[in-house]
């Protein structure tokens, strides 16, 4: 669960763990960099890149999408409020959960400084979209009419991300009945609203990267 930075330095006498978490898959799916260098000067990379951000976890996003040239989509389009806004750009830690969404998988590092942050506990399909739908509505990056949204709260006009914690104890895989998967499983969703805070690993850009790191280590 996401509550603020996780770059933190290890406590002392724990090693630190030398590859990051998701970095084995990117590397499946990424051949090239293999070639590059190894998994740990990968993981060494990518802590180069958003150096302020507060949160260095790897996230996920699949899509039928390329996003070269449609950009980012929401996970779920449920509301209209998120399907007819540009800049609003889904990700989830929960990779297997994601599947659903798409045949196209992106991982992606995040630059986030200061986020607005909430829980659920998953037992609604709601709790995912909600907090996203909500807080759009009082960042200000939503500004059609609506009764029934938040008014524009522009103490929050600076805040660059939603963080939606969910714990995923009200999750069905298969109900005893209806044999129907119930509720979210859980995981972090993570909404941003800027392209430039988003960094797609196994891109040309990401690869270049990951060259020069390694070249300038020799």
């Known amino acids: 669960m996401l509550e603020g930075p996780t770059n933190k330095k290890p406590e002392q006498g724990k090693e630190k763990q030398p590859i990051k978490e998701g970095v084995d898959f990117v590397f499946e799916q990424n051949s090239e960099l293999a070639s590059i260098g190894s998994k740990k000067e990968y993981s060494e990379y990518l802590e180069s890149i958003f150096t302020e951000t507060e949160?260095?976890?790897i996230f996920w996003h699949y899509s039928n999408?390329?996003?070269k040239e449609d950009g980012f989509k929401p996970i779920k389009p449920n509301f209209e409020t998120l399907n007819s806004i540009p800049g609003i750009y889904n990700f989830s830690n929960n990779r297997?959960?994601?599947s659903r969404y798409g045949d196209k998988i992106y991982s992606v590092i995040l630059n986030i400084k200061d986020p607005i942050i909430e829980s659920s506990t998953?037992?609604?399909v709601d709790d995912m979209d909600g907090p996203i739908s909500r807080n759009i509505f009082r960042i200000g990056k939503n500004i059609e009419s609506n009764l029934f949204a938040p008014q524009k709260d522009d103490g929050l006009k600076e805040k660059d991300a939603v963080i939606n914690n969910i714990?995923?104890?009200g999750y069905i895989?298969?109900?005893p009945v209806s044999k129907k998967e119930m509720g979210i499983?859980?995981?972090d969703i993570v909404t941003v609203f800027n392209p430039s805070q988003i960094h797609i690993l196994g891109s040309k850009k990401d690869i270049?990267?990951?060259k020069n790191f390694v070249e300038s280590k020799k």
Do not use: T
């Open 96 to 98: 297997d959960f994601l």
């Open 65 to 67: 999408a390329e996003f």
């Open 173 to 175: 895989k298969e109900h």
């Open 167 to 169: 714990s995923g104890e």
């Open 185 to 187: 499983p859980k995981q």
């Open 122 to 124: 998953g037992e609604y």
């Open 55 to 57: 949160i260095k976890d």
């Open 208 to 210: 270049d990267g990951f």
